[in-house]
């Protein structure tokens, strides 16, 4: 007779048994031809807290099918060379003409053809006559600009008597700044704008004496930067006190004849707008020269108001005197 024991530890017994038959069968199907087992243990996706069994992740690989798509054939892409397209351009801008006024050389020689005999006010009493010779150059240098800020919208002859009295008063910075402003305004009257152009020398002389030790700036951007001095004056002032040239002096002759004569691209609106065409085309040995040849010109021949086109060697090469005497 078997006990309750007894039978419990025969069930248990079988148990096991059965639990290990299952195993091993398990064990021999993964091992057969069609199944294959990963076992890159890269690919092991490992949990963390502990090994996992292969045999419970082990992926099931398929044999690769043949494909029936004909294998693709590989185009050669042809990309722009950047280098070649450079070279290209660097070229078709080498190649670019540049803008000039027609017949200009034959034009510039006719005008100073005219003013051969220098003539013309500017020539006597322009602002690279104001300064003393005999001065220091730097006092010469300061007198040049003094000069230059009072010529602004004033004849020649007025600005050049107004200098001499400056002069004879002592135009030195240190003078110009322990000068009243009413003694100031009578030794410069009657230049325009007499009032504000104290005010402008007055200050400008400050500046010198505190940032320059009583010279001027040797660059356009510094004298530009000194009160009522713009690029006009500036430009003029750096040749006749530092013989260096910075640009083309534009006034209000200038601007006109280069505009009558085409000398601008398009018609400028302002003698700033006609420095910058005229820069862009005027070959630079001319920059100095032009200012004192155009000046004397306007002043004598192509007046502003009855240019006297009948006396002008330019006549028949002018736009502006065909355009208005056609016949
Ligand atoms: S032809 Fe008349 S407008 Fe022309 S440049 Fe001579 S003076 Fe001036």
Known sequence: MFNIVDVKYFFRIMSKRTKLATVNSTKKLCSSSQLKINSDEESVNTEPTGTVSKYFIAKVVEPKKKSNHKRKKSIEIKYENNDKNEDHN????????????????????????MR???????????????SDTKATPPIFRYQSLIALMLSSQTKDQTNHAAMERLKAHGCTPTNIVSTSDEILGKLIYPVSFWKRKVQYIKKTSE????????????????????????????????DIAWNKISGIGVDTHVHRICNRLQWVKKQAKSPEETRKQLESWLPKNIWSEINYLLVGFGQEICQPRGPKCEQCLNKKLCPFAKANNPT
């Not at 017949?103 to 100073?112: G, H, M, V, Y």
């Not at 030790?213 to 040797?218: V, W």
């Open 90 to 113: 660097e070229k078709k801008g080498d190649e670019q003409e540049k803008w000039y006024p027609k017949n200009w050389e034959l034009t510039l020689n006719f005008i100073r053809e």
């Open 116 to 130: 051969k005999n220098s003539t013309a006010p500017v020539d006597e009493m322009g602002c690279h006559k104001c």
């Open 207 to 238: 500046i010198l004496l505190k940032n320059y030790n009583g010279d001027i700036p040797d660059t356009i951007e510094g004298l530009c930067a000194l009160p009522g001095v713009g690029p006009k004056m500036g430009n003029i002032c750096m």
